[in-house]
């Protein structure tokens, strides 16, 4: 009676979230790595020559049962992340960090791996260009992963496998709990000036969930709080902004202690590796290949940023001065001063939130720039259950008219759901199983009062089609092994087909028909488009500064060996500044977008010594953008040879192979500057 213990008979392999419970999570987890450890075993002792039969789809196919658990569970606790469910993570991580060191560390495996690469360049056998990069990058994964360490130091390696899988869970859970421990309350409505009806409504909710009075301003996962841009009551930027930076630094939520052991025990891993530090590790691992790489492209960046971030506070302490004669610009006056500067040359936000309803952008924006490109349209399915109650199934059918796969979205904030917006893959497309694709997208957009619709920022426009270019990566995979597919390539390549689908977003003919009134229906108006295309430049010393601060601060942590790391709590906040100011990033008016207590990427996830990647693949999307505008824009011939050379290759090809097949050279640098205004 457990939906996981078997693919689901559902339409795509959809698992049937209806009647999932936890229990069975346990159960099938558990059965799951006792059925992978029996495969490998056979595997390793089997003793027939190697074939890509008994050793790469042998390998391929004994994990597909955990991963079927893996996967269908993990967008379920981050989405809803209630305290049963999170208690089942916590339980299961240590446990699968020890499963997953179990295979990778088994030499057997490796030395079977090796006598099947020796076969193939003995011409024993034969080797197709898919199971060629396959079996190359296996090899290298394990002996990057310490396969052949001395039996002392893979002891080891494993303990601090298993304890930092422990750690990065407990630092999750800690900063979820402190996101709501920190929300605001407002009690006299006179403070919250400034706020739409919407805005007031949400708030209200908020505080009536937790039995309150008065209106709860809840955080968002970022330093930077949205709501600062219309609160118009200083003293309340003040304490949201001082709430927001001051998370996982007391109480039950102190997270400091977490971070130092997590630090500590990579920077110790990638020793045992043979690395000099963490960053060295991942680095390798990537399209950037050393540090010194990575630092160099983040220095590129950080001398402009700093100096058009200064000039845009000069020019909003002027603005200030006007309200409050004699104050200085503090940190929580930067939002609302740049969004009135904004309003007067460009676009005030307010005028643009009737023209952006969620559902007109989803199917006339979002889905439409991916049926313009690659022929796919969309169809719901309410017939099939989500991973949560809001969640809506898709059907997704290429031209012909054939199934392509499904497509999942769960588009509104709730307390037990993780910050920010992110995709999963619940089904990997593979030819090798004929697994069709079931990708999702999870955002963090405020949800509508009674009856109205939900109105979007432009902001949240650009994050649904960042999200949904990771969906098409996923959706749009065409390969021969699951593990391969779709979003399965270095962390520093992943956000660049997302990066590159938000152009669609400022397509003339795409506007004109997602910006709409949702009222009057009437478009948004020639005027407002000129003047939200002039602003893309607005505040990007900001942007940019608050980004790569943040990415400076991951290396940072990441490149200090056990001894230049802090061991005391005390020292976390006096190492980071060290480390901005070290940087030249150190702005007292622009923190990074996240300090190290709640830098959730780095501690708790897997951007671990590699959030540059944002940037480095923002290189490539400049330059693909370049690319489109000189076929023509948004055309079915330019987005084949994209899906073609690039999306569908996914992780089946080393990645920038598969960039110089789809541009013929090396990535053009000069197109992000000269985005971003820092060109010389």
């Given at each position: 009676?457990?939906p996981?213990?078997?693919p689901?008979?559902?339409p795509?392999?959809?698992?049937d979230?209806?009647?999932?419970?936890?229990?069975?999570?346990?159960?099938?987890?558990?059965?799951?790595?006792?059925?992978?450890?029996?495969?490998?075993?056979?595997?390793?002792?089997d003793?027939?020559?190697?074939?890509?039969?008994?050793?790469?789809?042998?390998?391929e196919?004994?994990?597909?049962?955990?991963?079927?658990?893996?996967?269908?569970?993990?967008v379920?606790?981050?989405?809803?992340g209630?305290?049963?469910r999170?208690?089942?993570?916590?339980?299961?991580?240590?446990?699968l960090?020890?499963?997953?060191?179990?295979?990778?560390?088994?030499?057997?495996?490796?030395?079977?791996?090796?006598?099947?690469?020796d076969?193939?360049t003995?011409?024993?056998?034969t080797?197709?260009?898919?199971?060629?990069?396959?079996?190359?990058?296996?090899i290298?994964?394990?002996?990057?992963?310490?396969?052949?360490?001395?039996?002392?130091?893979l002891?080891?390696?494993?303990?601090?496998?298993?304890?930092?899988a422990?750690?990065?869970?407990?630092?999750?859970r800690?900063?979820?709990?402190?996101?709501?421990?920190?929300?605001?309350?407002?009690?006299e409505?006179?403070?919250?000036?400034g706020?739409?009806?919407?805005?007031l409504?949400?708030?209200?909710?908020?505080?009536?969930?937790?039995g309150l009075?008065?209106?709860?301003?809840?955080?968002?996962?970022t330093?930077?709080?949205?709501?600062?841009?219309?609160?118009?009551?200083?003293?309340?930027?003040?304490r949201?902004?001082q709430?927001?930076m001051?998370?996982?630094?007391?109480g039950?939520?102190?997270v400091?202690?977490?971070?130092?052991?997590?630090a500590?025990?990579?920077?110790?891993?990638?020793?045992?590796?043979?690395?000099?530090?963490h960053?060295?590790?991942v680095a390798?691992?990537?399209?950037?290949?050393?540090?010194?790489?990575?630092?160099?492209?983040?220095q590129?960046v950080a001398?402009?940023?700093m100096a058009l971030?200064?000039?845009?506070a000069?020019e909003?302490?002027d603005?200030?001065?006007?309200?409050?004669?004699?104050?200085?610009?503090?940190?929580?006056?930067?939002?609302?001063y740049?969004a009135?500067?904004?309003?007067?040359?460009?676009?005030?936000?307010?005028q643009?939130?009737?023209?952006?309803?969620?559902?007109?952008v989803?199917?006339?924006?979002?889905?439409a720039?991916?049926?313009?490109?690659?022929?796919?349209?969309?169809?719901?399915?309410?017939d099939l259950?989500?991973?949560?109650?809001?969640?809506r199934?898709?059907e997704?059918r290429?031209?012909?008219?054939?199934?392509l796969g499904a497509?999942?979205i769960?588009?509104?904030t709730r307390?037990?759901?993780?910050?920010?917006?992110?995709?999963?893959?619940?089904?990997?497309?593979a030819?090798?199983?004929?697994?069709?694709?079931?990708?999702?997208?999870?955002?963090?957009?405020?949800?509508?009062?009674?009856?109205?619709?939900?109105?979007?920022?432009?902001?949240?426009v650009i994050t649904?089609?960042?999200?949904f270019?990771?969906?098409?990566?996923g959706?749009?995979s065409?390969?021969?092994?699951?593990?391969?597919?779709?979003?399965?390539?270095p962390?520093?390549?992943?956000?660049?087909?997302?990066?590159?689908?938000?152009?669609?977003?400022w397509d003339?003919?795409l506007?004109?028909?997602?910006a709409?009134?949702?009222?009057?229906?009437?478009?948004?108006?020639?005027?407002l488009?000129?003047r939200?295309?002039?602003?893309?430049?607005?505040?990007?010393?900001?942007?940019?500064?608050?980004?790569?601060?943040?990415?400076?601060?991951?290396q940072?942590?990441?490149?200090?060996?056990?001894?230049?790391?802090?061991?005391?709590?005390?020292e976390?906040?006096?190492?980071?500044?060290?480390a901005?100011?070290r940087a030249?990033?150190?702005?007292?008016?622009?923190?990074?977008?996240?300090?190290?207590?709640?830098?959730?990427?780095?501690?708790?996830?897997?951007?671990?010594a590699a959030?540059?990647?944002?940037?480095?693949?923002?290189v490539m999307?400049?330059?693909t953008?370049?690319?489109?505008e000189?076929?023509?824009?948004?055309?079915?011939?330019?987005?084949?040879?994209?899906?073609?050379?690039?999306?569908?290759?996914?992780?089946?090809?080393e990645?920038?192979?598969s960039?110089?097949?789809?541009?013929?050279?090396?990535?053009?640098?000069?197109?992000?500057l000269?985005?971003?205004?820092?060109?010389?």
């Open positions: 009676m457990n996981l213990l078997s689901s008979p559902l795509f392999q959809l698992p979230y209806a009647r999932l419970t936890t229990d069975h999570v346990r159960e099938a987890a558990l059965a799951a790595m006792a059925e992978q450890r029996e495969a490998v075993e056979a595997l390793v002792t003793p027939s020559p190697a074939t890509v039969e008994n050793v790469l789809v042998a390998l196919l004994s994990g597909r049962p955990l991963a079927r658990v893996i996967n269908t569970y993990w379920v606790v981050a989405a809803d209630t305290d049963e999170r208690a089942v993570e916590a339980e299961l991580a240590p446990l960090a020890t499963h997953s060191d179990a295979v990778r560390l088994d030499p057997r495996l490796h030395r079977r791996l090796v006598a099947l690469r076969r193939a003995a011409g024993e056998v080797l197709d260009a898919e199971d060629e990069f396959h079996l190359g990058d296996l290298d994964t394990l002996e990057r992963s310490g396969v052949n360490l001395a039996p002392k130091a002891a080891r390696l494993k303990e601090l496998n298993t304890e930092l422990s750690l990065s869970v407990e630092f999750e800690r900063l979820l709990d402190e996101r709501g421990a920190k929300a605001v309350l407002v009690t409505r006179e403070e919250l000036d706020l739409d009806e919407a805005q409504e949400t708030a209200h909710r908020a505080a009536l969930d937790r009075e008065g209106w709860l301003i809840e955080l968002t996962n330093t930077r709080q949205p709501i600062l841009a219309d609160l118009r009551n200083r003293d309340l930027r003040r949201i902004l709430a927001s001051s998370r996982g630094l007391e039950d939520h102190d400091r202690r977490i971070v130092l052991d997590i500590h025990r990579r920077a110790e891993r990638a020793q045992l590796l043979g690395h000099p530090h960053a060295s590790w390798a691992e990537g399209c950037a290949r050393t540090t010194p790489a990575v630092l160099d492209l983040l590129k001398p402009g940023a971030a200064q000039q845009e000069s909003l302490q603005l200030l001065q006007r309200d409050v004669p004699g104050a200085t610009l503090e940190p929580w006056d930067w939002e609302f740049a009135e500067q904004a309003a007067a040359g460009a676009v005030d936000p307010a643009l939130k009737p023209y952006l309803e969620f559902e007109r989803l199917h006339h924006g979002v889905f720039a991916a049926t313009g490109l690659y022929g796919i349209t969309f169809h719901e399915r309410p259950v989500g991973f949560t109650p809001e969640a199934v898709h997704v290429e031209a012909d008219g054939s199934p497509f999942v769960d588009p509104f307390p037990t759901k993780r910050g920010g917006a992110w995709m999963t893959s619940i089904v990997d497309q030819g090798l199983t004929s697994d069709l694709p079931v990708v999702t997208n999870t955002c963090n957009y405020t949800p509508p009062a009674e009856g109205a619709p939900a109105l979007l920022s432009w902001d949240n649904l089609f960042h999200e270019g990771h969906a098409l990566h959706l749009l065409d390969v021969k092994y699951p593990s391969r597919s779709g979003t399965s390539v962390r520093d390549f992943v956000e660049f087909p997302s990066q590159v689908n938000e152009m669609w977003a003339e003919n506007i004109r028909s997602f709409r009134h949702h009222v009057t229906d009437e478009p948004l108006p020639e005027e488009v000129a939200l295309r002039a602003s893309r430049a607005q505040g990007e010393g900001f942007q940019t500064l608050e980004t790569v601060a943040a990415m400076l601060l991951d940072a942590w990441h490149t200090a060996t056990p001894e230049e790391l802090p061991r005391d709590v005390s976390v906040e006096a190492f980071e500044q060290a901005l100011e030249g990033v150190a702005h007292p008016l622009v923190p990074p977008r996240y300090r190290t207590c709640y830098f959730s990427h780095v501690f708790g996830s897997a951007y671990a959030y540059y990647g944002y940037l480095w693949a923002e999307d400049a330059d953008v370049a690319w489109f000189e076929q023509g824009g948004l055309r079915r011939e330019a987005g084949e040879w994209f899906r073609r050379e690039l999306l569908g290759r996914g992780g089946s090809i990645p920038m192979r960039w110089h097949g789809f541009r013929g050279g090396d990535p053009d640098v000069s197109h992000l000269a985005r971003k205004g820092l060109r010389s």
